[in-house]
């Protein structure tokens, strides 16, 4: 690697680890070869890598600089992702290695210590920056959408992307239009969530032309064993469902769901299916 005040560092070697089903982040560690220090780099949502960070740092700082570019990019339809760093000592990096090595001995828990893995290095963790990616749409996909759509067919988007971005998104390509009804769910408790549904319910509002845009954490209760049924309930009929911030294993209790309360044929794309 070239240094940006300049020289070289060689790197001894890299280990990747992408992101377990329930999280919203990945990283990678390496070592150099001359002083034997090794550095993990993590990547992921703002939520995930700002939950992650350091306690030490002074947060004010954090709020006035990433967050607010990171709402400026989701504004601007970008898709987002943090960076953020630490130095391991010996310590840190022996007890990680013994639980990836307990993965590959025993598969039964390699879900559990992979966990455990990643949690242990990736805490305490120094901000890097934040970028803002414009993905394109293909030519012709808001067209398809628009075609499947009026042939019947419901469209739901299941993304990582941030709320706003996401909106953006499904706005170019045609999943959601000037004509439907956007209804936002936001709580992060039981009793909050039933209440929306209940809400959202008295509304009256044609099922056909209703946009429901919902996240992560929202979903993490609505997924409830106490929830579940009433949140099927409302979002089976609607014409276009939006979660965002959602993780890979949020994803495929969304198509689980769907899946076990209809009759419909059903087809999921992603890392959710």
């Not at 070697?13 to 992408?18: E, K, R, V």
């Not at 409302?234 to 076990?260: E, F, H, N, T, Y």
Request: with cysteine.
């Amino acid at each position: 690697l070239e240094l940006p005040r300049g020289g070289l560092c060689r790197s001894g070697g890299c280990n990747s680890s992408s992101s377990s089903s329930s999280s919203s982040s990945s990283s990678s560690s390496s070592s150099s070869s001359g002083e034997l220090e090794y550095v993990v780099l993590c990547k992921g949502a703002d939520s995930s890598v700002l939950e992650r960070l350091s306690s030490s740092l002074d947060r004010s700082v954090i709020e006035s600089t990433m967050v607010r570019h990171t709402a400026a990019f989701s504004c601007g339809g970008l898709r987002t992702l943090w960076f953020a760093c630490r130095r391991l000592n010996a310590r840190v990096v022996a007890q990680a290695q013994e639980l990836l090595r307990g993965c590959k001995n025993s598969p039964a828990e390699r879900e559990t210590l992979f966990a455990k893995a990643c949690d242990l290095v990736e805490r305490d963790l120094l901000p890097l920056g934040v970028t803002g990616i414009e993905d394109k749409l293909q030519g012709g996909v808001p067209e398809a959408i628009a075609l499947l759509r009026g042939c019947g067919i419901r469209i739901w988007l299941l993304t990582g992307d941030m709320q706003q971005t996401a909106v953006n998104i499904a706005f170019s390509c045609k999943l959601i239009t000037s004509s439907m009804t956007q209804l936002f769910m936001a709580s992060t408790c039981e009793a909050a969530v039933l209440g929306e549904i209940a809400q959202i319910g008295q509304l009256g509002c044609d099922p056909a032309k209703v946009a429901l845009i919902t996240t992560g954490y929202t979903l993490a209760v609505a997924m409830s064993d106490s929830v579940r049924e009433s949140f099927a309930a409302l979002v089976v009929p609607v014409a276009v469902v939006l979660c965002c911030r959602v993780s890979p294993d949020q994803k495929a209790q969304v198509v689980q769901l769907i899946q076990g309360k209809s009759s419909w044929v059903t087809l999921a794309i992603g890392d959710g299916s």
